[in-house]
């Protein structure tokens, strides 16, 4: 469902129409004082950014000091709408130069009229890439003091780049070193018993790219996942020997991916846009490689004392290592006073949120540091609340591991021109949310 927009109004925050555009006959022109009036006058603005008034509704989206309105009379898609926000604005910060509040878009009137007529059409969104709007809207805005200058190279054949396939990319494009830099980042959320039995994990991953090529070069990512090595296979008529197949599940894809090669081949074909970019998003529910293991203990001595006992361990090789290792674990309101024993890191109390602080700079694989605490408690006159002992939380960074067990099989570059590239993988495993019941 698209948008279809009536209007779009910048507006400061008093109120004031800085900028609006309007792409439909089906709406007053006093839209934006029901706007002022209804919304903004009243203590119901930050609590949603959909309302309806009348037979109209208004999305609208707070960006710096402006506040930008889409008006719509029939049913529209929001997250459209809001999605299209999004990527207007970042197109004004390319003209702009990083910029976008009140004075920038004083000072930039004209320009952005004329790219509001380009990126919508009767009220349906249109091309918002700046790559392809700068070839051909070639005004510069006026940008501000603080912004960095960014000379764009003039680049020919607008209307081809505008109405061919690769609408992503410009031609021309020169480097002395050809490099591609690929991350693959996951977040795993874990949901773990007191007894070790998992209640909930998954794993959110998503696979960054950042490309120096020459040229317009075709990109082959080959994955080990489930369905591409099965294709593989059979094309070899022979079982595959990749290691492990992975099911990989609601993985959504970057626009220059050929989704009519990866249907057939079941391999990732692209012509890559320059710079950096979000090749794809997945997420994986099955067979996920934990980095953690902990076991915790604690022992509620009277109403007085406690006792705590945490065991962590990782679970990965022995040759790496995880980063910025925290550990939080709960401990009642009434504490007092703490005493720590740690075999590696440092640990503290942090009363304002009420828990045991354990920090680890540096965790290497296959080991099991532990801690253990003394926890005294305030003793008090009324009869004592029952504790509902929240989870214990990690927070962590582990390079060079995947929690999906993710890995590239592959990565082919072929350009006419036939030079050589630098191909560059890394992986990075985080935490999500990472919790262990106590």
């Not at 992503?168 to 949901?191: A, P």
Request: glycine share 6%; with cysteine.
């Amino acid at each position: 469902m698209p948008v279809a927009a009536s209007a779009i109004y910048f507006l400061n925050l008093r109120g004031d129409v800085l900028i609006n555009r309007l792409y439909r006959d089906d709406v007053g022109g006093n839209m934006v004082d029901a706007f002022r009036m209804q919304i903004m006058q009243t203590k119901e603005l930050g609590t949603c950014p959909v309302r309806q008034i009348g037979g109209c509704s208004f999305l609208y989206m707070r960006i710096s000091n402006v506040y930008i309105v889409i008006v719509v009379s029939s049913n529209a898609n929001a997250a459209c709408a809001f999605k299209f926000v999004v990527e207007a604005v970042s197109l004004f910060k390319s003209y702009f130069g990083g910029a976008f509040d009140e004075d920038a878009i004083r000072n930039n009137f004209v320009l952005i009229y004329e790219l509001l007529d380009e990126i919508m059409d009767f009220g349906y969104p249109q091309n918002l890439s700046p790559e392809i709007l700068k070839l051909y809207i070639t005004q510069e805005g006026v940008r501000s003091p603080f912004s960095s200058k960014a000379v764009d190279r003039p680049v020919p054949n607008a209307t081809l780049q505008v109405t061919g396939a690769v609408g992503w990319r410009r031609e021309g494009l020169v480097y002395k070193k050809n490099e591609v830099f690929l991350d693959i980042v996951e977040s795993v959320n874990l949901l773990m018993s007191s007894k070790g039995s998992v209640l909930r994990c998954d794993v959110t991953g998503k696979i960054l790219m950042k490309c120096f090529l020459s040229g317009m070069p075709d990109l082959k990512l080959g994955l080990n996942d489930k369905i591409g090595l099965e294709k593989e296979s059979q094309l070899k008529s022979r079982p595959s020997k990749s290691g492990k197949t992975i099911e990989l599940d609601d993985v959504t894809f970057h626009q220059c991916v050929n989704l009519t090669r990866f249907n057939s081949e079941k391999t990732v074909s692209f012509v890559p846009p320059d710079g950096e970019f979000e090749l794809m998003k997945y997420r994986i529910t099955e067979g996920v490689n934990l980095p953690f293991r902990v076991l915790p203990t604690i022992k509620e001595l009277g109403r007085t004392r406690m006792e705590v006992n945490v065991k962590v361990k990782s679970v990965f090789g022995a040759k790496m290592f995880a980063l910025g290792v925290v550990i939080k674990i709960p401990v009642p309101k009434q504490t007092a006073k703490t005493n720590f024993q740690v075999t590696s890191g440092k640990a503290k109390y942090n009363p304002s949120i009420d828990c045991l602080v354990w920090k680890i700079r540096k965790f290497p694989g296959q080991t099991e540091p532990t801690l253990s605490a003394e926890v005294e408690l305030i003793s008090t006159i009324t009869e004592k609340k029952s504790w509902t002992r929240p989870p214990i939380q990690m927070e962590f960074q582990v390079p060079m591991f995947t929690a999906s067990g993710l890995r590239v099989r592959f990565l082919k570059v072929w350009e006419k021109s036939g030079y050589n590239t630098v191909e560059w993988v890394r992986y990075i495993t985080k935490a999500g949310s990472y919790e262990i019941r106590c």
